[in-house]
């Protein structure tokens, strides 16, 4: 018999680099994913990405040079395959060609991708989607939950709510078989220079804490989300369902950072700052007015759209995966930080 085809978008991309290893080897912290199907994982990539970190599984990791963007491109992707179980993992976060790039990327690159994946009789669809369709949380102690209505942020919020009709509307159709995963801010070996930046400022004393810092904040560990991923996969109750995939409980701002620190200074012995660039709630109120502005006119700017973020709380509940699949996050936020710390220091990144 043939081994399985998995297709990923997204890699060799952070989350989805780790995806593939975890498809091809699977996930030793979580017994029920420890061993795995022999399968082929054929891999997205954009074009012009030189990256082949993937090649070390040879034959087992196909990659196309592939645009999402492009229908023409996306059936190139999807030849010769039968039944896979798609992963569509790429979007554009922080866009690099203004808010256009949001709805080319998210909402047509998605609906190019669902309808290759719906004429090679696709097995199931799994959809990586994002906190900010659902906004920010109302009060610090309501959660979000899977019933909690659309209030999208900013464009890119809009654009992954765009993306989610879509692939809520083949699996209300008929046409496939889906599963929509919702991770927020996630961690892990493999981060890009931004998040061992964050590191540097906290060691630094230079990290802004908005208001109080009593906001909270879901993340999720790569790992967790990839056991999210692998569930959705395998689990007959997740079809057509949507879930929120993040480490087992939120945290407040000030935990993330007092964590960090410790780390950096007891385990990796940097000496740090033990500063904290205290601003007030004002400061996240103006940054999302200049964030608004510039998106409305087609502009983006990372450091607004961040700051904009940072008193607020976007925290969720991971109790549905948990009851509906079995969902077990292994990785706490200080084990996830010490071998995101390890990572960035092995890999020459700055701290």
């Not at 190019?112 to 959809?127: P, S, V």
């Not at 939950?145 to 009709?165: F, I, Q, V």
């Not at 109750?237 to 000030?254: L, S």
């Not at 109790?319 to 706490?332: C, N, Q, T, V, W």
Request: one cysteine or more; a neutral charge.
């Amino acid at each position: 018999m043939a081994p399985k085809i998995a297709i990923v978008t997204g890699a060799p991309g952070w989350l989805g680099s780790r995806l593939v290893e975890s498809l091809l080897q699977g996930l030793p912290e979580v017994p029920a994913l420890s061993e795995v199907e022999p399968r082929i994982v054929r891999v997205a990539r954009e074009p012009g990405n030189q990256d082949n970190s993937l090649n070390r599984f040879g034959d087992q990791v196909q990659i196309f040079d592939c645009d999402i963007t492009d229908s023409a491109s996306v059936a190139r992707l999807f030849e010769g395959t039968w039944e896979p179980n798609v992963f569509h993992v790429a979007g554009v976060v922080h866009p690099t060609r203004g808010r256009k790039q949001f709805y080319d990327v998210n909402v047509n690159g998605t609906a190019n991708m669902l309808e290759g994946a719906q004429k090679a009789r696709t097995k199931r669809f799994i959809y990586v989607s994002s906190n900010s369709p659902i906004g920010c949380n109302p009060t610090r102690t309501k959660l979000f939950d899977e019933d909690t209505p659309y209030n999208p942020y900013m464009h890119y919020g809009r654009s992954k709510r765009l993306a989610e009709d879509l692939v809520n509307s083949k699996s209300l159709t008929g046409s496939l078989e889906t599963v929509i995963i919702r991770p927020p801010w996630f961690y892990g070996p493999g981060q890009p220079p931004r998040q061992s930046l964050f590191f540097s400022m906290i060691k630094n004393g230079k990290v802004p804490i908005v208001g109080d810092g009593e906001n909270l904040r879901s993340m999720a560990y790569i790992d967790n989300i990839c056991q999210g991923l692998l569930l959705a996969e395998q689990s007959e109750v997740a079809r057509g369902k949507t879930y929120w995939i993040a480490d087992r409980k939120p945290y407040t701002m000030n935990e993330i950072v007092d964590t960090i620190e410790r780390l950096l200074e007891t385990e990796f012995k940097m000496p740090v700052a033990h500063k904290r660039m205290r601003l007030p709630d004002i400061a996240s109120e103006v940054a999302l007015a200049v964030d608004a502005t510039l998106q409305s006119v087609g502009l983006y700017h990372q450091k607004f759209h961040v700051l904009s973020e940072m008193n607020k709380s976007i925290a969720c509940s991971v109790a549905k995966a948990e009851r509906e699949f079995h969902y077990d996050p292994k990785i706490s936020l200080e084990e996830g930080m010490r071998r995101s710390i390890q990572w960035a220091i092995s890999n020459g990144q700055n701290i």
